[in-house]
T-cell receptor, first 115, second 117 residues
Framework: AQTVTQSQPEMSVQEAETVTLSCTYDTSENNYYLFWYKQPPSRQMILVIRQEAYKQQNATENRFSVNFQKAAKSFSLKISDSQLGDTAMYFCAFMKPSGNTPLVFGKGTRLSVIA | EPEVTQTPSHQVTQMGQEVILRCVPI?????FYWYRQILGQKVEFLVS????????KSEIFDDQFSVERPDGSNFTLKIRSTKLEDSAMYFCASSWSSGSGVYNEQFFGPGTRLTVL
């Protein structure tokens, strides 16, 4: 079974600064997908960024980028130029490559952006 | 932009009562999911549904749970006899269906907060 571990329950960052959220996972699969989801106080789950394991290039979406280290089974999220609206819970998630399989989530990291 | 909707946003019920949580997936999606998030904990998969039958379910999804697509638009989760520990946020999600190995994003609804007293 796959597991996802987020070792930082809470983090804070000053507005406009950069912060990195950590995630490790365990799987015997060679191909899979990894995700970061954002859950603001409204509790809506919002997809932030996605990484395919077969791609060596790290995914980027505007101010969000990942550092994907397949051998180390590590998948960290970097948020640049942090904004107050980035305050949220961030969940790392894993999905097998079968196309419509369940997401396996980590416990989340609560990020606070401070003005 | 199409979105997944869920009703009600908040449901309060007495222990032992039956509840039905409703979801309207995105109209051309064929895969449907229910996830649960107990307050302060991680999001956990309950069940997936495709072609009018359960595709996959977790250990959490025991006999007190059932899912149904009663018409062409709604997807429901029924809890037959609620327990205190069923208090959680319940998220519905849907995705398009294509070939195996092709990624299909799961779009989440806003959730239903269930409180069992």
């Amino acid at each position: 079974a796959q597991t996802v571990t987020q070792s930082q329950p809470e983090m804070s960052v000053q507005e406009a600064e950069t912060v990195t959220l950590s995630c490790t996972y365990d799987t015997s699969e060679n191909n899979y997908y990894l995700f970061w989801y954002k859950q603001p106080p409204s509790r809506q789950m919002i997809l932030v960024i996605r990484q395919e394991a077969y791609k060596q290039q790290n995914a980027t979406e505007n101010r969000f980028s990942v550092n994907f280290q397949k051998a180390a089974k590590s998948f960290s999220l970097k948020i640049s130029d942090s904004q107050l609206g980035d305050t949220a819970m961030y969940f790392c998630a894993f999905m097998k490559p079968s196309g419509n399989t369940p997401l396996v989530f980590g416990k989340g990291t609560r990020l606070s952006v401070i003005a | 932009e199409p979105e997944v909707t869920q009703t009600p946003s908040h449901q309060v019920t007495q222990m032992g009562q039956e509840v039905i949580l409703r979801c309207v997936p995105i109209s051309n999606h064929l895969y449907f999911y229910w996830y649960r998030q107990i307050l302060g904990q991680k999001v956990e998969f309950l069940v997936s549904f495709y072609n009018n039958e359960i595709s996959e379910k977790s250990e959490i999804f025991d006999d007190q749970f059932s899912v149904e697509r009663p018409d062409g638009s709604n997807f429901t989760l029924k809890i037959r006899s609620t327990k205190l520990e069923d208090s959680a946020m319940y998220f519905c999600a849907s995705s398009w269906s294509s070939g195996s190995g092709v990624y299909n994003e799961q779009f989440f609804g806003p959730g239903t907060r269930l409180t069992v007293l």
